[in-house]
T-cell receptor, first 112, second 114 residues
């Protein structure tokens, strides 16, 4: 079955700097890769997603890149702000399976 | 829209007691997921319903756990008897039809079993 690995488990960056979180997946049939943000005391919330027919997608300060050959995808956050502090999860799924396989999460800390 | 509603938000119980967690998905969504989150194991999918039918319950830890979805607007997750190792945050999420639909999570129920 699918397995998703996420690194690093904790990432601390200076406010204003960029942050990058990386995930790898094992099932070459996976074709949907969402990223969720979980703030303290809340459930995860979708922030951006990418499908396998696209190599990169941007939404203001966040972007996701996908390398299907290497089976890895990354979340990039530029000009980090205090409100970016949260736990970020990557996930993967296939069209035939509506379920998401989740990474272990990355705790992002933005230092003032 | 009120989003996914879960109750209770916090539950403290003693080992051996029955615990029932409740979820109301977003109206019109036909997929519902129960997750468990702990520091040790991260976010685990327990069970997934589609159109009120359990599709995959392979994540349910053991027979002490059961889930039902009697109609499109209500689901329960029951633990009987509860054990200290069941202490976790339990999330319910719902999504619409189709393969690439966002899962909307509820606020979670923090369960503590003493």
């Amino acid at each position: 079955g699918e397995n998703v690995e996420q690194h690093p488990s904790t990432l601390s960056v200076q406010e204003g700097d960029s942050a990058v979180i990386k995930c790898t997946y094992s099932d070459s049939a996976s074709n949907y890769f969402p990223w969720y943000k979980q703030e303290l005391g809340k459930g995860p919330q979708l922030i951006i997603d990418i499908r396998s027919n696209v190599g990169e997608k941007k939404d203001q300060r966040i972007a996701v890149t996908l390398n299907k050959t290497a089976k890895h995808f990354s979340l990039h956050i530029t000009e980090t702000q205090p409100e970016d502090s949260a736990v970020y999860f990557c996930a993967a799924s296939t069209r035939s399976n509506y379920q998401l396989i989740w990474g272990a999460g990355t705790k992002l800390i933005i230092k003032p | 829209d009120a989003g996914v509603i879960q109750s209770p938000r916090h539950e403290v119980t003693e080992m051996g007691q029955e615990v029932t967690l409740r979820c109301k998905p977003i109206s019109g969504h036909n997929s519902l997921f129960w997750y468990r989150q702990t520091m040790m194991r991260g976010l685990e999918l327990l069970i997934y319903f589609n159109n009120n039918v359990p599709i995959d319950d392979s994540g349910m830890p053991e027979d002490r756990f059961s889930a039902k979805m009697p109609n499109a607007s209500f689901s329960t997750l029951k633990i009987q008897p509860s054990e200290p190792r069941d202490s976790a945050v339990y999330f319910c999420a719902s999504s619409g039809s189709g393969a690439y639909n966002e899962q909307f999570f509820g606020p979670g129920t923090r369960l503590t079993v003493l």
